[in-house]
């Protein structure tokens, strides 16, 4: 079979673009950190209440003794819960989310966390936000009529704040503690 020589350079230049587009676009995801979700972990959702790590009391945020922050929030309609949270900027925050009735999509502005909710799954980010302030956390799967109304907020404040604000807690748990002897 003949190929005429243009055409042969034409395959060339195309097979090298391709080439160098998928080059590009797995470089750029390696530098940046993107992957493909991999926290594949289900859940009961008609039984949320029931389960220890999301029930209502265990919602929101926790620092474990290693000092890592876990956040753990539920997303219904027409809301996420807890409504607000407070966490310390430059921190690593890993946000474990389920949803309690229909797909739900959660993005938080100005950060790299956007993923979505399905019934039946924990979804897992870990992100951090890079300065005090308030960040919204947003619904944007359509979820029905209330829609529009799904919302939450993130308080950022600065980390030596944080650390101050978790001592005072320490002390307050423990004068709760010696009073109830």
Request: one cysteine or more; hydrophobic letters at 40%.
């Amino acid at each position: 079979m003949h190929i005429d020589p243009l055409e042969k350079k034409w395959i060339v230049v195309s097979l090298g673009m391709t080439g160098l587009f998928i080059g590009v676009i797995l470089i750029t995801s390696f530098i940046h950190g993107i992957n493909a979700p991999s926290n594949v972990e289900t859940i009961d959702s008609a039984r949320l209440h029931l389960n220890k790590e999301f029930a209502e009391d265990n919602l929101g945020v926790e620092q474990q003794p290693d000092g890592t922050i876990t956040v753990r929030m539920v997303a219904a309609r027409y809301g996420f819960f807890p409504r607000d949270i407070k966490v310390p900027a430059d921190t690593k925050i890993k946000f474990r989310w389920v949803s309690f009735d229909v797909l739900h999509g959660v993005h938080i502005p100005m950060t790299n966390m956007s993923t979505m909710i399905l019934p039946g799954f924990v979804a897992q980010v870990t992100t951090a936000f890079p300065k005090p302030g308030r960040y919204p956390v947003l619904c944007n799967e359509y979820c029905g009529r209330g829609h529009d109304h799904m919302w939450s907020n993130i308080t950022v404040i600065a980390k030596q704040h944080w650390q101050k604000t978790q001592q005072d807690l320490a002390v307050d748990k423990s004068k709760g503690d010696d009073g109830d002897e």
